[in-house]
């Protein structure tokens, strides 16, 4: 079983619509990670949590420590928010920087 | 854009050469992280270098290597290459070893034919 898994794998939706990309692990966590992935390859950082909820714009990213879970929501999706959304956790303890990702959840919004 | 630079974009080389993938951080980051992302096996970290020195090791072969040099930038040493080595490698840095936001390159594509 991996230590990070996400859900949906794929998520198709229409303009405007409320999406919810979950992520559930199964470590000890210093920090969460939400990444974008656009179909170009590059990736951006887009929250990183270690408790609570952060807001960017139409973007809110979650997190329940006791649960080990952290949800990602899109208000008002956009077409422009097609693509590859990426979990990754940093482990607990000393010299644990590293990531370790989830799978990816292929989000693709339609017109 | 991140501030991270990573050359080249694309390489395509044959099965059994050897390449140097190059990182340079953000301006301040000490820590430079190498992934490697392939179509099976997703995104992996391969190893850390903080400040000069060696952090961190993933699933890195040892056909791989990596070493950060005094103005902190990066470089990743391929060897011996296979099919199977054909992916996009990404750097990431981070201010320190601490938690930080890793801020990534854009990738350099690698494919060996």
């Known amino acids: 079983k991996n230590e990070v898994e996400q859900s949906p794998q794929n998520l198709t939706a229409q303009e405007g619509e409320f999406i919810t990309i979950n992520c559930s692990y199964s470590?000890?966590?210093?920090?969460l990670h939400w990444l974008q992935q656009h179909p170009g390859g590059g990736i951006v950082s887009l929250f990183m949590l270690s408790s609570g909820k952060k807001k960017h714009g139409r973007l809110i990213a979650t997190i329940n420590i006791q649960e080990k879970h952290s949800s990602l929501h899109i208000t008002a999706s956009h077409p422009r928010d097609s693509a590859v959304y990426i979990c990754?956790?940093?482990?607990?303890?000393?010299?644990?920087?590293?990531?370790?990702f989830g799978t990816g959840t292929r989000l693709t919004i339609i017109p | 854009d991140s501030g991270v630079t990573q050359t080249p974009k694309h390489l395509i080389t044959a099965t059994g050469q050897r390449v140097t993938l190059r990182c340079s951080p953000r301006?301040?980051?000490?820590?430079v992280y190498w992934y490697q992302q392939s179509l099976d096996q997703g995104l992996q970290f391969l190893i850390q270098?903080?400040?000069?020195?060696?952090?961190a090791k993933g699933n890195i072969l040892e056909r791989f290597s990596a070493q950060q040099f005094p103005d902190l930038h990066s470089e990743l040493n391929l060897s011996s290459l296979e099919l199977g080595d054909s992916a996009l490698y990404f750097c990431?840095?981070?201010?320190?070893?601490?938690?930080?936001?890793?801020?990534f390159g854009p990738g350099t594509r690698l494919t060996v034919l």
């Open positions: 990431a840095s981070s201010v320190g070893t601490t938690v930080n936001e890793q801020f």
């Open positions: 301006s301040g980051d000490l820590s």
């Open positions: 990754a956790v940093r482990r607990m303890g000393f010299g644990n920087e590293k990531l370790t």
């Open positions: 270098y903080y400040n000069g020195e060696e952090r």
């Open positions: 470590v000890g966590i210093s920090a």
